[in-house]
């Protein structure tokens, strides 16, 4: 987006709007977490609401309070944001939800998706009865045509993420970012096999979201390296990733990657995981999608930082070579995990296996 289709946030302004996106985006990741835990439909409802009196907040605060309303109101108002129709409809339901006597939920009809890695239901917006509609004040009448065309029978979580996503565009400092400056409540917990977006910065253009994925840091406090192995004349790093003392995933990245995300102030590091870890994997309730290590001691104490220029030759166990072959060609799509390389890599790098639990 340019610089005219973002409005000016001050700092006496930023407080409130980062509240009121955290209520949301806290309330998105419960939603989200709730959906595979075996909650009905009503215990999904609460979530829902929560998310859309805090998005309403947000783009209250937007349209009324800030000094720069006159942007926000351009945007809105012009339809230069191809998400504008989803904030009017998050709009109208919110006001329905507020206003009328009727029960704001998901429908009852849903997707079950899963295996045993676990399972999670996808639910749609329901529609609005015409008897609630006409109780509405003529104002908020006028939006149930955005909340018919870009809400109803729409993916619920996929409305979360667009709005978010939205607000981010048009003023990019209101996000609420936890101690590792990644938005509060995401990335969503990954589902195996599953494409659908996890972050609200997230493209939906799968090509667009590999570039994405490469540029921002990769999750996580750390990298373990491992080793080191050419393939068709490409060096790779293998190694794992740690968040705290908990490893829940390993990474692979080529040599010019790792080179950027350490340039971008990622922490890279050598050392021996097998010897320094154990698996704690049935000590983790969530841990459901593979193995989780868990440091014996501080990482700092058994590991030394990457060599500046990196390796000119590969070194790697040849007891787990054919291992960190195996992770590397899940991430390339080779064979089997061609329609599914995609989300695997994005699991690795934004360290998504780990649920939001508010």
Excluded at 175 to 195: K, N, Y
Excluded at 232 to 237: K, Q
Aim: hydrophobic share 40%.
């Amino acid at each position: 987006m340019t610089l005219s289709t973002r409005v000016t946030i001050t700092t006496d302004e930023l407080p409130a709007l980062r509240a009121a996106m955290r209520d949301a985006q806290t309330a998105a990741a419960e939603y989200y977490g709730q959906t595979a835990r075996n909650n009905s439909i009503e215990d999904l409802g609460t979530p829902v609401r929560r998310f859309l009196v805090a998005a309403q907040t947000v783009n209250d605060l937007l349209t009324n309070s800030v000094s720069d309303i006159l942007t926000y109101r351009s945007i809105t108002n012009s339809g230069s944001h191809p998400s504008t129709g989803v904030i009017r409809g998050v709009k109208y339901v919110r006001n329905v939800a507020q206003h009328v006597a009727h029960v704001i939920r998901p429908r009852d009809d849903h997707v079950l998706i899963g295996g045993i890695h676990g399972l999670r239901i996808y639910t749609f917006w329901d529609e609005v009865p015409g008897t609630v509609h006409a109780q509405l004040h003529r104002s908020t009448q006028n939006l149930k045509a955005d909340f018919d065309a870009f809400l109803l029978g729409t993916n619920v979580t996929d409305t979360m993420l667009d709005t978010l996503s939205f607000f981010s565009d048009v003023a990019p400092d209101i996000p609420h970012r936890d101690e590792r400056g990644e938005w509060t409540g995401f990335p969503l917990m990954s589902q195996p096999s599953v494409s659908g977006r996890l972050h609200p910065e997230e493209p939906s253009d799968e090509k667009a979201a590999l570039a994405w994925l490469n540029k921002r840091r990769p999750n996580g406090d750390v990298r373990v390296i491992c080793g080191q192995i050419t393939v068709d004349g490409t060096r790779y790093i293998f190694g794992h990733t740690f968040a705290g003392r908990l490893s829940y995933a390993p990474f692979v990245e080529t040599a010019e990657q790792l080179g950027r995300d350490i340039a971008a102030g990622y922490l890279y590091v050598v050392g021996d995981v097998l010897a320094n870890t154990v698996n704690c994997t049935e000590d983790i309730q969530h841990a459901i999608q593979g193995a989780v290590f868990k440091s014996c001691a501080d990482i700092a104490t058994w590991t030394v930082p990457v060599p500046t220029d990196g390796w000119d030759e590969d070194w790697v166990d040849e007891a787990m070579a054919s291992t960190w072959r195996s992770a590397l060609e899940m991430e390339q799509g080779e064979g089997l995990f061609r329609i599914s390389s995609y989300p695997i890599r994005r699991v690795r790098r934004l360290n998504a296996l780990v649920p939001y639990l508010p």
